[in-house]
Nanobody, 126 residues
Framework: EVRLVESGGGSVQAGGSLNLSCAASGFTDNYYCMGWFRQAPGKQREGVATFDRDGSIVYADSVKGRFTISQDNAKSTLYLQMNSLKPEDTATYYC????????????????????WGQGTQVTVSS
């Protein structure tokens, strides 16, 4: 059974940084694509960044240059380093993975991802 557990959220002031982690279990090397998503109150869940098995990365335009996605070599943990945080980054952040044998292929839509964590809250104050 695939299980994803996010951590590292919290409250920071604008301009601050946070580093989110997503611990994955129940995985095999056949899970190629993982990503970070977020959902602000009253808004739809949106893609933040994805990490593919070949190291390809896609970022949402809103976070380019500020956020960095990475994965450890064992593929057991996915990270999201968030710098220069803005109040509009306030949201619940989720990690997710596609089905086995599915590359990211540049996709960053929530409907393309099958397994989800419970989320971690990020609050940025002005």
């Amino acid at each position: 059974e695939v299980r994803l557990v996010e951590s590292g959220g919290g409250s920071v002031q604008a301009g601050g940084s946070l580093n989110l982690s997503c611990a994955a279990s129940g995985f095999t090397d056949n899970y190629y694509c993982m990503g970070w998503f977020r959902q602000a109150p009253g808004k739809q869940r949106e893609g933040v960044a994805t990490f593919d098995r070949d190291g390809s990365i896609v970022y949402a335009d809103s976070v380019k240059g500020r956020f960095t996605i990475s994965q450890d070599n064992a593929k057991s943990t996915l990270y999201l380093q968030m710098n220069s945080l803005k109040p509009e980054d306030t949201a619940t952040y989720y990690c997710a993975t596609r089905l086995p044998f599915q590359d990211c292929a540049g996709r960053i839509n929530t409907t393309d991802f099958r397994y989800w964590g419970q989320g971690t809250q990020v609050t940025v104050s002005s």
